[in-house]
């Protein structure tokens, strides 16, 4: 007798397993993408107006000895 050429399901709860778990992994990862979405939320941040301030009062301040302004005196 040859082998079948294709396997038989044992009924439908084999699907019905196989799209158990499907639906579990696509509900891990949207808890996962929630989870690292409220971290994100939650990460204190600076105003563009103050980084403005703070970087133009540092470029100011600093002295830059690459910038060749005193060059030649």
């Known amino acids: ?10 009924g439908s709860g ?6 158990q778990s499907m639906a579990d992994l696509k509900l891990r990862r949207l808890n996962e993408l929630n989870l690292r979405l409220k971290e994100d939320l939650d990460r204190p941040r600076v105003k ?16 830059d000895y690459m ?4 060059w030649g005196q």
């Open 48 to 63: 563009v107006s103050e980084a403005a301030m703070s970087l133009i009062t540092y470029t100011n301040n600093t002295r």
């Open 14 to 19: 084999e699907i019905k397993t196989k799209k």
């Open 1 to 10: 007798m040859a082998p079948a050429a294709y396997d038989m399901r044992n």
């Open 67 to 70: 910038v060749p302004s005193i």
